[in-house]
């Protein structure tokens, strides 16, 4: 897929990075030409453009990009222009990060296709990250419906996927299972690539140090957790 992210904060150059990790094509824009030198390594195309320009901004290839994140969050102001601006060149699918309840409503009013809270978003991951000794990530489908990551709890190593019984004792699946490889990226700082093992089989062993992939019920994830001695809320 092709994305455009206007914006290489923290949040915005973390997105272009880890899209481009996974093969799509990412054209990163900031007004800060340090900040797209910086990036230019590790981002498939970086581009120093002010965001609300309309004049730049229109000659990028906005009708041929899938998605457009306006991932601008030290300015409401720029950020709303932005967000503007390419809901005006017609973007496709428009995604815009929020800062305050007033702004959501004024992103709401120009008609982004979603809104991002990527503060909000991590503490509630590492809320359950820091609660739950095994957990290692989730995304939230719905208010009640998850799909986590796991490490392996020791009393599960050595099983088959069939006898866990999953769906008849929890009413959850085991959709697949990874591992992460670890490796330096051009910065020299330590990143992690996932290497998924496809769909899971029922007569498919898990290991040490494999990572369950699980969807479910958030309860009956949380039961399941329980069964296996994960202490849970």
């Known amino acids: 897929m092709k994305y455009i992210i206007a914006g290489l904060g923290n949040f915005g150059s973390s997105l272009g990075m880890a899209l ?4 799509h094509e990412v054209i990163a824009i900031d007004s800060s030409m340090q900040k797209v ?15 609300t320009d309309e004049y730049t901004v229109s000659g990028l290839p906005i009708s041929d990009t899938d998605i457009v994140i306006v991932a601008i969050g030290e300015d409401q102001g720029a950020n709303v222009m932005a967000t503007a601006l390419f809901k005006t060149l017609k973007a496709r699918r428009l995604i815009s990060r929020s800062i305050n309840p007033l702004h959501e409503k004024v992103l709401q009013a120009i008609g982004v296709d979603d809104l991002i809270h990527p503060e909000k978003e991590a503490a509630t991951r590492w809320a359950k990250r820091l609660s739950l000794r095994y957990f290692v990530d989730s995304f939230e489908l719905s208010d009640h419906f998850s799909m986590v990551e796991i490490s392996i709890p020791g009393i599960l190593i050595g099983k088959t996927v069939e006898a866990l019984q999953l769906e008849r004792k929890f009413n959850i699946r085991l959709l697949s299972t990874m591992r992460y490889e670890y490796y330096e990226d051009s910065f020299g700082r330590t990143q992690r690539k996932p290497s998924i093992k496809g769909l899971a089989a029922p007569e498919q062993v898990l290991q040490d140090k494999d990572v369950l992939i699980i969807y479910g ?12 001695g994960v202490k849970v809320k």
């Open 20 to 23: 481009t990790s996974q093969g």
């Open 37 to 51: 030198e910086g990036y230019k390594e590790v981002i498939s195309s970086t581009i120093c453009m002010d965001a």
């Open 217 to 228: 019920d958030n309860q009956h994830i949380n039961e399941f957790l329980r069964s296996v």
